[in-house]
């Protein structure tokens, strides 16, 4: 049974950092693709950065420069830094993982992340 638990979000001022943390069970993140969704109010959930099991990493262009995602492998958990946090960074974040056999994807039950004066 996947499990995906994300720890992290809260409140922020603008220019603010928060760190979020994805710790997985019943599947291993270093063999799969994994990382970081997120839904604003509205809105459709969209990517915000993932990780291939060969290490490579991606962002939206909107988060470039300002967020960074990290796996420990050891730890079998995926996290996100992000910094310069902006008001429209605000909305709930997923934690995600695609299982490369059979490409079924799993989700976290998300973090709120509201970033506000």
């Known amino acids: 049974q996947v499990q995906l638990v994300e720890s992290g979000g809260g409140l922020v001022q603008p220019g603010g950092s928060l760190r979020l943390s994805c710790a997985a069970s019943?599947?291993?993140?270093?063999?799969?693709?994994t990382g970081w969704y997120r839904q604003a109010p509205g809105k459709k959930r969209e990517a915000v950065a993932i990780?291939?099991?060969?290490?490579?990493?991606n962002y939206a262009d909107s988060v470039k420069g300002r967020f960074t995602i990290s796996r420990d492998n050891a730890k079998n958990t995926v996290g996100m830094q992000m910094n310069s946090l902006k008001p429209e960074d605000t909305g709930v974040y997923y934690c995600?993982?695609?299982?490369?056999?059979?490409?079924?994807?799993?989700w976290g039950q998300g973090t709120q992340v509201t970033v506000s004066s």
């Open positions: 019943g599947i291993t993140l270093s063999i799969n693709t």
């Open positions: 995600y993982v695609q299982q490369y056999w059979d490409t079924r994807d799993y």
């Open positions: 990780i291939t099991s060969s290490g490579r990493s």
